[in-house]
Structures are given as C-alpha cells and as structure tokens.
C-alpha cells in the first residue's frame, strides 16, 4: 500500500520568512496531493492540493510543489506569519474507482516567532 | 447539514466496554473515511467507504474494531472490548470523488 513520509517533524520559523515542509510517497500511481493545517483542538481543514497532471501550484502566500518522476511534494509558505504555527499534513491517494483512500504523512508542527 | 459531525464529542469510558461513535458526513458525499489520531501523533488510516462499501478495510488495528454504513451516509465505528490504548481521537471525514475531505471534528476516546 501506500506510505507518505513527512519532514521536518518540527519546524521553527523567524515571522517573516519561508517555511518547507517535504513529503514523499510511494505508489506511483497516486494521483492527488492534498495539505491539511490542523490547529489546536480541531480537524485537519484543507489548505492547498495538487493533481498529479500539474507541476506547481499556487494560493497567495502558499505554493505546492510536484516531482512526479522523484515521486515527493512540497508545500512552500512565504511570509510566514504567528496564525500559521500548526500542524501541517500531507496526504497522497489514487482518486478513481473504489481506491480513493487518503494516506497521512506524521505530520510538521510549525511554530512561527513573532 | 453544513459540516461533518461527529458524536459524541468526548467519551469515556471503561476498559472492557463497548463503544458506538457515530460520524454525519456532508450531504452527497460518497466517500467517507475513519482516522485514528493519538495524542501528538499523524492521523492513522482506518478505513475507507465508497457509498456502503468499504473497499479498503486495511487500517483496522484488530478486529475489535469494525465500521458500517447505511444509506450512503451516517457511518458507526464501534470498538469492543475498549482498551487503554485505544485512547485517542477519531476523526471522520467525507468527499466527493476526486475533491477535498472534509473532517468533523472528531471524538474524543478515553479509556480508562
């Protein structure tokens, strides 16, 4: 099955600059590359994802990152700023048919210093 | 409804019972999925339902655990037989095929 690998495991950040966070996976056929931010107390929400016919993406001071031949995925925050301390997920799946299962890389605990 | 729910928000419970926890996904959402997240720790895959079935049952740590959806919606994830390392908070999430998840936001299990 499946396996997405996740670092840093912790990451602290001057307010300010960039924070990167890398993932890798293993099925060559997974084909959606989503990334959750999971503050305190709450589910996982949807911040930016990736499809596998894409190379970069962008959302304002977010961009993802997509090396199909590598098979690993980045997820680049510019500007970082205190509300984005949390703790960030990359996910991979096979979206199609019946193998639609979405698998979590452990996780990066992001602390951003004011 | 607006969201996924999730109930009951936090159980505890003793060592030895059996426990329901029931999840409410998005309305049309066929696609639905159970993690287990202790204290910490990544979000563990349990299982996965596509309409009623559950074609990947791979993640359930024993067979303790089991899960059943009816009417392509509301899903139960029951635990027998609960021990301390149970303990955790499972999350549900629901889809459309090929789009975002959407997490409830979990219950939270104590077995004590």
């Known amino acids: 099955g499946e396996n997405v690998e996740q670092h840093p495991s912790t990451l602290s950040v001057q307010e300010g600059d960039s924070a990167v966070i890398k993932c890798t996976y293993s099925?060559?056929?997974?084909?959606?590359f989503p990334w959750y931010k999971q503050e305190l107390g709450k589910g996982p929400q949807l911040i930016i994802d990736i499809r596998s016919n894409v190379g970069e993406k962008k959302d304002q001071r977010i961009a993802v990152t997509l090396n199909k031949t590598a098979k690993h995925f980045s997820l680049h925050i510019t500007e970082t700023q205190p509300e984005d301390s949390a703790v960030y997920f990359c996910?991979?799946?096979?979206?199609?048919?019946?193998?639609?299962?979405?698998?979590f890389g452990k996780g990066t605990k992001l602390s951003v210093k004011p | 409804g607006a969201g996924v729910s999730q109930s009951p928000s936090n159980k505890v419970t003793e060592k030895g019972k059996d426990v329901e926890l029931r999840c409410d996904p998005i309305?049309?959402?066929?696609?639905l999925y159970w993690y287990r997240q202790s204290l910490g720790q990544g979000l563990e895959f349990l299982i996965y339902?596509?309409?009623?079935?559950?074609?990947?049952k791979s993640g359930l740590p024993s067979d303790r655990f089991s899960a059943e959806r009816t009417g392509g919606s509301v899903s139960t994830l029951t635990i027998q037989r609960t021990q301390q390392e149970d303990s955790a908070v499972y999350l549900c999430a629901s889809s459309l095929e090929a789009t975002e998840a959407f997490f409830g936001q979990g219950t939270r299990l104590t077995v004590v």
């Open positions: 309305s049309g959402h066929t696609a």
């Open positions: 339902f596509q309409g009623n079935s559950a074609p990947d």
């Open positions: 996910a991979a799946s096979k979206y199609g048919g019946s193998q639609g299962n979405l698998i």
């Open positions: 099925d060559s056929a997974s084909n959606y």
